[in-house]
């Protein structure tokens, strides 16, 4: 018998009665030293410029993706978010879902089954998902398409931070043009790795950003409705927001209107 096991099986039917429920994947656990693992306290909101997506100046970027298998992956890592998308979807009466960077697929179907959905990831991992799951729809990722499917939900749950270029994946959500966008990534200063200039200690990582940085990225393209840490254990920050040009006003660029 596994006794660990079944006294956090207990412990947690216990605490489900209250909705709180026991972490059950990985951790971010920082670095051994405290020394320099956090962001000075006069910088913990300080924004860039354009130029470096609104990450302060001095940040390292890495600019050469690497190619993250993930198409073995459950829901250990960002499985919150996807129950968030189940609720948001349910709230708002969102019917079709396109979940970008989907990796082995298996979140979008544990909580979309019974939606239309299309996965959209590298030929690598299309390859792999188009064998597993062949009456499901799997899109090779072109954000340069000049044509993009439609949706009424974008999920992008850890994906920004693996690109060259992610204002590319922004406006590509724009064109598919969904009622809400949820898009999560880690924030750098709950990571705890000593990375507040760069670059990220994940080598797969090309640049890791605060909540203030993202959020005064995404704001250019994007009404942001909530923006919050899913994950504290995980280091993730979460957004739900609208596109703009869908009834919002385009106080930041009009030409994305």
């Not at 489900?16 to 000075?40: H, M, N, Q, T």
């Not at 970027?61 to 349910?90: C, G, K, L, M």
């Not at 729809?137 to 939900?153: C, G, H, R, V």
Request: glycine share 8%; aromatic share 10%.
């Amino acid at each position: 018998m596994n006794v660990a096991a079944t006294v956090k099986a207990a412990g947690q039917q216990v605490l489900g009665k209250f909705g709180i429920y026991l972490a059950e994947g990985p951790i971010a656990g920082g670095r051994k030293f405290v020394l320099g693992s956090f962001a000075p306290y006069g910088k913990l909101n300080a924004v860039g410029g354009r130029s470096t997506y609104f990450i302060h100046d001095g940040y390292e970027h890495r600019s050469e993706p690497q190619y993250f298998d993930a198409t073995d992956s459950t829901d250990d890592w960002q499985a919150e978010v996807y129950r968030f998308a189940r609720e948001i979807a349910d709230q708002f009466n969102l019917k079709s879902v396109i979940d970008i960077g989907c990796g082995s697929g298996f979140k979008l179907l544990k909580y979309f089954r019974n939606d239309a959905t299309i996965g959209i990831d590298v030929p690598e991992t299309c390859a792999v998902l188009r064998k597993r799951h062949p009456n499901r729809q799997w899109e090779i990722s072109d954000f340069s398409s000049a044509t993009t499917p439609k949706a009424d939900l974008v999920i992008a749950s850890d994906v920004i931070e693996h690109l060259p270029d992610p204002d590319a994946l922004l406006h590509y959500i724009l064109r598919i043009a969904p009622r809400y966008v949820i898009l999560s990534t880690p924030d750098r200063n709950l990571l705890r790795v000593g990375t507040h200039n760069g670059p990220p200690l994940n080598p797969t990582h090309l640049r890791e950003w605060s909540m203030a940085e993202l959020h005064a990225y995404l704001s250019e393209f994007m009404k942001i409705d909530e923006h919050f840490i899913s994950s504290a254990a995980q280091a993730t920050q979460c957004v739900l927001a609208r596109p703009r040009g869908q009834g919002i006003s385009c106080d930041l660029d009009e030409n994305l209107c």
